[in-house]
């Protein structure tokens, strides 16, 4: 899973109401037969010279409401589709499966039951528990993950050199903070967590980083681990989200 790092963030918060919860594979009540995922398509363009397949990166706008009608989030609202690579399980196993196969300027509407959802502990205030999910969704983009890296490495790489300074590291997360709405609660806080990531990117220690360790396996496998640590300790507590994710992300 390469996260760039929107990507680390938008995991970690933001797109804190589709991640994965770890009591999704702890359901134990196999005696009572499992709703499927429902897949209906709404729209499909006549051409479709792109489709989703697992491991590409993809941008898909959704409106994602309960049973009963009730919205609970939206990337339409927002103005801003969601990203994320479609099957690594960076969002929940109903839009992993229900989301392949799909063409650009396709629209589904997927009936996500629970156990392929947030099972029976619900997330947060506004997922209950045992709920049956609906999205609208409508596929972006689709694009290869190693491109996507190429391209950010081009944003962050300031003075062109083709390689990445912690300087230049720290100017572009700030950004990227700023552009995803998401306040520290004092600068030192985007530093050290900046600091920590163009860590685990510089691969060989010698203080740059280049864009072969940028798309590396390794550090992918390496900023997986930090999510699942960073998620679990009270980091999560020194940031503020706006609206709507403040609550979502406290109460998970």
Same mark, same amino acid.
């Not at 680390?8 to 919860?21: R, T, Y």
């Not at 985007?190 to 685990?200: D, E």
């Not at 390794?218 to 980091?235: D, G, V």
């Given at each position: 899973?390469?996260?760039?790092?929107?990507?680390?963030?938008?995991?970690?918060?933001v797109?804190?109401?589709?991640?994965?919860?770890?009591?999704?594979?702890?359901?134990?009540?196999?005696?009572?037969?499992?709703?499927e995922?429902?897949?209906?398509?709404?729209?499909?363009?006549?051409?479709?010279? %792109?489709?989703?397949?697992?491991g !590409?990166?993809?941008?898909?706008?959704?409106?994602?409401?309960? #049973?009963?009608?009730? %919205?609970?989030?939206?990337?339409?609202?927002?103005?801003?589709?969601?990203?994320?690579?479609?099957?690594?399980?960076?969002?929940?196993?109903?839009?992993?499966?229900?989301?392949?196969?799909?063409?650009?300027?396709?629209k589904?509407?997927?009936?996500?039951?629970?156990?392929?959802?947030?099972?029976?502990?619900?997330?947060?205030?506004?997922?209950?528990?045992?709920?049956?999910?609906? =999205?609208?969704?409508?596929?972006?983009?689709?694009?290869?993950? !190693?491109?996507?890296?190429?391209?950010?490495f081009?944003?962050?790489?300031?003075?062109?050199?083709?390689?990445?300074?912690?300087?230049? =590291?720290?100017?572009?997360?700030?950004?990227?903070?700023?552009?995803?709405?998401?306040?520290?609660?004092?600068?030192?806080?985007?530093?050290?967590?900046?600091?920590?990531?163009?860590s685990? &990117?510089?691969?060989?220690?010698?203080?740059?980083?280049?864009?072969?360790?940028?798309?590396?396996?390794?550090?992918? &496998?390496?900023?997986?681990? &930090?999510?699942?640590?960073?998620?679990?300790? &009270?980091?999560? #507590?020194?940031?503020?989200? %706006?609206?709507?994710y403040?609550?979502?992300?406290?109460?998970?």
């Amino acid at each position: 899973m390469k996260l760039s790092l929107l990507n680390l963030f938008l995991v970690a918060s933001v797109l804190a109401v589709l991640l994965p919860l770890p009591l999704l594979a702890e359901e134990t009540d196999d005696e009572k037969p499992k709703a499927e995922l429902q897949i209906e398509v709404l729209s499909k363009p006549d051409e479709c010279p %792109k489709k989703t397949e697992k491991g !590409k990166m993809i941008k898909v706008h959704y409106t994602g409401t309960l #049973e009963d009608g009730v %919205k609970f989030d939206s990337s339409w609202d927002r103005g801003e589709p969601l990203q994320f690579q479609l099957g690594s399980g960076q969002v929940i196993r109903g839009w992993d499966q229900g989301l392949l196969n799909m063409c650009v300027g396709e629209k589904r509407k997927l009936t996500i039951p629970s156990h392929l959802a947030y099972g029976q502990k619900g997330a947060g205030e506004r997922i209950p528990p045992g709920a049956t999910l609906i =999205f609208t969704t409508e596929l972006i983009d689709v694009s290869d993950e !190693k491109q996507k890296g190429e391209n950010i490495f081009k944003e962050i790489d300031a003075d062109g050199d083709n390689l990445l300074s912690q300087e230049e =590291f720290d100017v572009f997360f700030a950004l990227e903070m700023k552009n995803m709405s998401l306040v520290m609660r004092d600068e030192s806080h985007n530093r050290q967590i900046a600091t920590k990531i163009f860590s685990i &990117e510089d691969l060989n220690g010698d203080g740059n980083v280049t864009l072969e360790e940028y798309v590396s396996r390794k550090y992918i &496998e390496e900023i997986e681990e &930090e999510m699942e640590l960073y998620k679990k300790t &009270e980091n999560s #507590e020194s940031i503020i989200f %706006k609206d709507q994710y403040d609550n979502i992300y406290r109460n998970k």
